[in-house]
Structure formats: structure tokens, C-alpha cells
């Protein structure tokens, strides 16, 4: 029998964070710190426009790219928030949630040979996207000291006559790192030296804690170059409901389109009414849940110094990525004995990238009852560690 199975998707590696996740259901009186879902409810007044779309049977597919007030609200946003105008009828397109927008965008973009510049530790779905679009993916390394942040210099090194798209994920999954307008505005200067195009994956915008969020489209003679993803899932709680936009110039939507209309026909109808309502209304509860994720962010940030535990101070979306390279113990070695003699469940950082060795990701999307039992834990863990070490 002839194998039934394409070789290039045989040799993706399935993501790193779940098999920890399938172990912690197992596991009685286990804590998670490794999703990255928002612990808040969906807003009610979100709920509500879902339930009465419902109610009164709209449940019809609505036009491939999204429904007309969906894309008109988004536009108004993105003006308000970024200080980009797009037109709603040409350059924005509505997503079953940020990760299709990554992928339709790529698969639009790339041809065979194609080098897409990934920086890690990010998002697992951007290396994996990448080969599936026939590119191929070259990996910059961002470094602890430079806050992990990507740097001009970086970013020049990696580029050949082969690149054609920059990856730019920030706010970061997982590091928390944020890129300043200042940084952003060195690296747009080689980005158009280089005549390369960027998708900006900026589904944390809403979570950035230290002044406002920047969006490299904004810049001058970025945005006709620059892919921008956003979406519901973090800002607004909506992880279920699966919905993600994208905003781009009219060439590139139209053929993103085309495969969203074969692959999709449309994002869900009755989370579209239901997000119209989160943009129009849903600023004051961004506001709290930023609030209260900051106030845990500052927990955390100041046990581990307590702890003698090296860590940057992230300041964007909700994740922290402590050093754990004291202890001697790759990360994947770490997190497995974490979780098997503390009961507690953290995501190596290998799971986001090679250069994630040596650090953890842990999600402070819980409660701060939750995350005070579990740093009670990594407490003494980690004082355990530094004792067999000490004795040899």
C-alpha cells in the first residue's frame, strides 16, 4: 500500500506546549501556568449580541470577508488605536481567529525558495505556517540582554536575496518583550532598503503595559508593505469564538481572500455580531483585565527576585520567561520534573524555538490565588534544586 501521508507535514514536529497540557488534565490538584487563554468570562454585553443574533436567526453565511459593520467598526479601531486608516471594503478581511490570518497570509505571499525571517522564541505556528506555504524559514535568535527584543543589526545579518517576509511578533509570545518606536522605526529603515514586506502579528496590542502599543504600519511607507493581524481571543476573552482579522494593502488581501473563500467561506456569523459589540463597547473591560493582568505581571516580576530567579521584566501581552540556566537541566527536563514533584505546569521554553533553552513560559492569564500557590511551589522546587546542587 502506497503512504497515504505527505512527507512535508510528516516532518512538522505537533506543537510543544500541548502533551504538558494532556498531562496536567491527568493529574489530580495540578496547577497550569502554560495557557495562554485569558481566565476572564467573555464580557456579557459581548454575550448578549451573540445570543440575540441568535435569537433573531442570523445564522446565514455572511459575505467571505466579513460582514460590512464588522469591517467598518475594525477600520474606526485600528485609526483610533494605531493611527492607520484602511479601507473596509479592500484592505480588511475578517478570520476564524489570528492563527488563519497568519496562514492565508503567508500562503498568499510566498513562493517556492521564499525566505520568511522568523525571530524566536515566538508563536509555534509561524515556523510550521511558513513551510506550509512552500517558504522557507529562516530563524533570528533574539537574545535576553537586548530584552528580547529584535535589533537592526539582527535583522540585517539575516536578510538574503531570497527574503521576502519579515515575521514581527509583538507584543511577544512567549518572552512578553515589546518593540518600541524607536526600535521599530531602525528596523522599518531596513526593511524598505531591502524592498521586504512584514506581518505583524499584533494579537497582544491590547496588553502592553508600559505606554501605548505601536504598530510598524504606522510608520511612513510601512503600510503598503505591511501585513497587520490582530484579533478577539486576548483583548476581549474570546478564545472560543474564533475570531481574528487582517488589515492589508488591497493586492495582497484580494489573493488572501481567494484562499478564505475555497479553505473557510467566512468566520462564524454569530462571533462577528457578537465582536462588533466588543469594538464598539468593550474598552472599559480591556481596560480592567489589563489592569488586573499588570497587577499579577508585577506579582511575579517580584517573587522571582525574591527567589534569586533571573528575569527580564516583560511588558506586553501576559506571559513572563524566567532563566532557569542556574540549575544545570535543559528546559524540557525542568518543566517535566516541575510538574511531577510540584504538580505545577509550566511550557519549556524549546517549545517556542531552539534559542528558548535555558527558560520557561508561564502564563499569568490565572487567578493570584493560583499564582501565589503555584510560586509557593517553584519556591521550594527550585530552593530543592539549589540544595542537591550545593551537596554535589
Same mark, same amino acid.
Given at each position: 500500500?502506497?503512504?497515504?501521508?505527505?512527507?512535508?507535514?510528516?516532518?512538522?514536529?505537533?506543537? *510543544?506546549?500541548?502533551?504538558?497540557?494532556?498531562?496536567?488534565?491527568?493529574?489530580?490538584? @495540578?496547577?497550569?501556568?502554560?495557557? *495562554?487563554?485569558?481566565?476572564?468570562?467573555?464580557?456579557?454585553?459581548?454575550?448578549?449580541?451573540?445570543?440575540?443574533?441568535?435569537?433573531?436567526?442570523?445564522?446565514?453565511?455572511?459575505?467571505?470577508?466579513?460582514?460590512?459593520?464588522?469591517?467598518?467598526?475594525?477600520?474606526?479601531?485600528?485609526?483610533?488605536?494605531?493611527?492607520?486608516?484602511?479601507?473596509?471594503?479592500?484592505?480588511?478581511?475578517?478570520?476564524?481567529?489570528?492563527?488563519?490570518?497568519?496562514?492565508?497570509?503567508?500562503?498568499?505571499?510566498?513562493?517556492?525558495?521564499?525566505?520568511?525571517?522568523?525571530?524566536?522564541?515566538?508563536?509555534?505556528?509561524?515556523?510550521?505556517?511558513?513551510?506550509?506555504?512552500?517558504?522557507?524559514?529562516?530563524?533570528?535568535?533574539?537574545?535576553?540582554?537586548?530584552?528580547?527584543?529584535?535589533?537592526?543589526?539582527?535583522?540585517?545579518?539575516?536578510?538574503?536575496?531570497?527574503?521576502?517576509?519579515?515575521?514581527?511578533?509583538?507584543?511577544?509570545?512567549?518572552?512578553?518583550?515589546?518593540?518600541?518606536?524607536?526600535?521599530?522605526?531602525?528596523?522599518?529603515?531596513?526593511?524598505?532598503?531591502?524592498?521586504?514586506?512584514?506581518?505583524?502579528?499584533?494579537?497582544?496590542?491590547?496588553?502592553?503595559?508600559?505606554?501605548?502599543?505601536?504598530?510598524?504600519?504606522?510608520?511612513?511607507?510601512?503600510?503598503?508593505?505591511?501585513?497587520?493581524?490582530?484579533?478577539?481571543?486576548?483583548?476581549?476573552?474570546?478564545?472560543?469564538?474564533?475570531?481574528?482579522?487582517?488589515?492589508?494593502?488591497?493586492?495582497?488581501?484580494?489573493?488572501?481572500?481567494?484562499?478564505?473563500?475555497?479553505?473557510?467561506?467566512?468566520?462564524?456569523?454569530?462571533?462577528?455580531?457578537?465582536?462588533?459589540?466588543?469594538?464598539?463597547?468593550?474598552?472599559?473591560?480591556?481596560?480592567?483585565?489589563?489592569?488586573?493582568?499588570?497587577?499579577?505581571?508585577?506579582?511575579?516580576?517580584?517573587?522571582?527576585?525574591?527567589?534569586?530567579?533571573?528575569?527580564?521584566?516583560?511588558?506586553?501581552?501576559?506571559?513572563? /520567561?524566567?532563566?532557569?540556566?542556574?540549575?544545570?537541566?535543559?528546559?524540557?527536563?525542568?518543566?517535566?520534573?516541575?510538574?511531577?514533584?510540584?504538580?505545577?505546569?509550566?511550557?519549556?521554553?524549546?517549545? /517556542?524555538?531552539?534559542? *528558548?533553552?535555558? /527558560?520557561?513560559?508561564?502564563?499569568? @492569564?490565572?487567578?493570584?490565588?493560583?499564582?501565589?500557590?503555584?510560586?509557593?511551589?517553584?519556591?521550594?522546587?527550585? @530552593?530543592?534544586?539549589?540544595?542537591?546542587?550545593?551537596?554535589?
Amino acid at each position: 500500500m502506497r503512504n497515504p501521508l505527505s512527507k512535508r507535514i510528516v516532518e512538522i514536529e505537533p506543537s *510543544g506546549i500541548r502533551k504538558f497540557f494532556d498531562i496536567v488534565n491527568e493529574m489530580e490538584d @495540578a496547577i497550569s501556568l502554560g495557557v *495562554g487563554e485569558p481566565d476572564f468570562d467573555t464580557p456579557w454585553h459581548i454575550r448578549d449580541e451573540g445570543i440575540f443574533s441568535l435569537e433573531k436567526g442570523r445564522t446565514f453565511y455572511t459575505s467571505n470577508a466579513g460582514l460590512k459593520e464588522l469591517k467598518q467598526e475594525i477600520a474606526k479601531y485600528i485609526y483610533r488605536k494605531c493611527d492607520v486608516t484602511y479601507d473596509y471594503k479592500k484592505e480588511i478581511m475578517v478570520t476564524v481567529g489570528g492563527s488563519e490570518a497568519i496562514d492565508i497570509a503567508m500562503r498568499a505571499m510566498l513562493d517556492p525558495g521564499d525566505e520568511v525571517l522568523i525571530p524566536q522564541p515566538s508563536y509555534v505556528s509561524y515556523e510550521p505556517c511558513a513551510i506550509l506555504a512552500n517558504g522557507t524559514p529562516v530563524i533570528i535568535e533574539l537574545k535576553e540582554e537586548n530584552e528580547f527584543r529584535l535589533t537592526k543589526e539582527e535583522l540585517e545579518a539575516a536578510i538574503t536575496p531570497k527574503t521576502k517576509l519579515l515575521v514581527l511578533p509583538f507584543p511577544n509570545n512567549p518572552t512578553g518583550a515589546v518593540m518600541e518606536r524607536k526600535d521599530l522605526e531602525e528596523i522599518a529603515e531596513v526593511i524598505k532598503e531591502h524592498d521586504i514586506f512584514v506581518l505583524s502579528d499584533e494579537i497582544y496590542a491590547e496588553l502592553t503595559y508600559c505606554g501605548e502599543h505601536v504598530s510598524i504600519a504606522s510608520l511612513p511607507g510601512m503600510k503598503e508593505r505591511t501585513v497587520l493581524i490582530n484579533g478577539f481571543s486576548k483583548a476581549y476573552a474570546m478564545t472560543g469564538w474564533r475570531l481574528g482579522y487582517a488589515c492589508a494593502p488591497a493586492e495582497i488581501l484580494e489573493q488572501m481572500l481567494k484562499i478564505h473563500q475555497f479553505a473557510i467561506m467566512c468566520a462564524p456569523t454569530t462571533s462577528q455580531y457578537a465582536a462588533i459589540s466588543a469594538l464598539r463597547n468593550g474598552d472599559d473591560d480591556v481596560m480592567k483585565m489589563r489592569e488586573e493582568y499588570n497587577e499579577r505581571r508585577r506579582y511575579l516580576v517580584h517573587r522571582f527576585k525574591e527567589m534569586g530567579l533571573q528575569c527580564f521584566e516583560p511588558f506586553g501581552a501576559f506571559y513572563i /520567561f524566567p532563566s532557569i540556566q542556574e540549575f544545570g537541566m535543559t528546559s524540557e527536563e525542568f518543566a517535566n520534573r516541575f510538574l511531577r514533584e510540584e504538580k505545577v505546569a509550566v511550557v519549556p521554553g524549546t517549545a /517556542f524555538g531552539a534559542c *528558548g533553552e535555558g /527558560f520557561l513560559r508561564i502564563s499569568y @492569564a490565572y487567578s493570584l490565588d493560583n499564582l501565589k500557590m503555584a510560586l509557593e511551589r517553584l519556591e521550594h522546587f527550585i @530552593a530543592h534544586l539549589r540544595e542537591e546542587k550545593k551537596n554535589g
